[in-house]
């Protein structure tokens, strides 16, 4: 599980620190930064990956666009807080270097072990098991090659060790689909490698590689809300391109329709109920209530809060908030709001007292809609 993030110099977030809950969700006004937190997480996954420039396009960004305005820093520094049952609590920090793209210094460290240092071009490693103390690194090498990102995204398995190796995977694992459209969702492609796609654009093939037991599973899962889905099917173009199809039954009749005459609400909702079936172990998805019908919102949020995965959306509907459990809303709803310097700080929504007062009669989405957003951060002034 992914505890917490901070990172400073990412468009508006400047010593921005945010804690995560396993189901948290963010709100706040137009421009407050939740999109840019969801693609905070990406940039870090992406880290771990390498590539930065391949990310950059896609985003139709470049790397200037990606380091805040409001700071006249160059590096942008972070620092990923992991709990894991076994390892303990890692920390992953360092420093990304915008014009050579990768982070030209790096640490991991579990409580007051180093594991990991990349610091003047050398490149320390020593394993969790190395006697404590032991102030030599077993492994020691100079980093004379140019990679992107992260070191650890150029390191093979053999060349590093069970954290480090721990640590890639549950950031390369976290899937940021805060771009998903239905127009990308209907795209054919040949191969999905297990991701669907920052936009979504690889649902048919990601569907098509679950194989029978995911579309049945998928199918079974949206079938309870959309009751005449009869199947889900795919196959394989003669061109290698993946065809995704639904049927659905109208008292005797059945209808086939491919991905390109499917209705958009439908095609979000089976692109997270996919994600959270493939068991990802962390999901982002941005404006979660787009496009869905107010009955299957329930649903969804059920889903998404029972997954077995972490969770993190972002919200602008008071009854998505009002279908969590207190308890939930307590440890996971996020008020983002910008600083009058437009420096997007955090807060969690019930820690605010006036807010915490009101929960005691109103639903959580009771609360953010009587609320006046836009008077909010007075009263979290007079909290520091
Ligand atoms: N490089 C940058 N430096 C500083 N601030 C930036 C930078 N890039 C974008 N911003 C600010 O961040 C804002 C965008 O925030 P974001 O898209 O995350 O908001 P949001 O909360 O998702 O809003 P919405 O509810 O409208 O989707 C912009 O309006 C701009 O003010
Ligand atoms: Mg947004």
Redesign the pocket.
Known sequence: MIKSIKIDNF??LVDFKLDFAKFTCLV??????????L?AMDFLSQLMQGDVDEWLEFRHWTSA??????TKKSNIDFEVTLADAVFGEIVWSGSFNRVSKCCTQEWVKVGEVTLLEVDNSICKIRKLSDKPGKTLFPLMFPVVFEYQGSILSQLKDNQTTDVLQFLKLALINVESLDLLSPELLRTRTKTAGGKLGLGGEKLAAFIHESGKDGKEKLQQQLAKVYTQLESIETRSLPSGFKELEIVERFGEQKIKSSARQMNDGLLRLMAILSQIESAKPFLLF??IENGINPELIEFLIDRLVNATTQVLV?T?SPMILNYMEDEIAVAGIVY?YKNNQ?I?RSIKLFDIPSMAEKLKFMGPGEVFADTDLTNLYQEIDTLH
């Open positions: 468009k508006s706040g006004l137009n421009g407050s930064g939740k999109s840019t937190v693609q666009d990606i380091n805040s305005k409001l941005d404006e972002t602008h983002l437009g997007t």
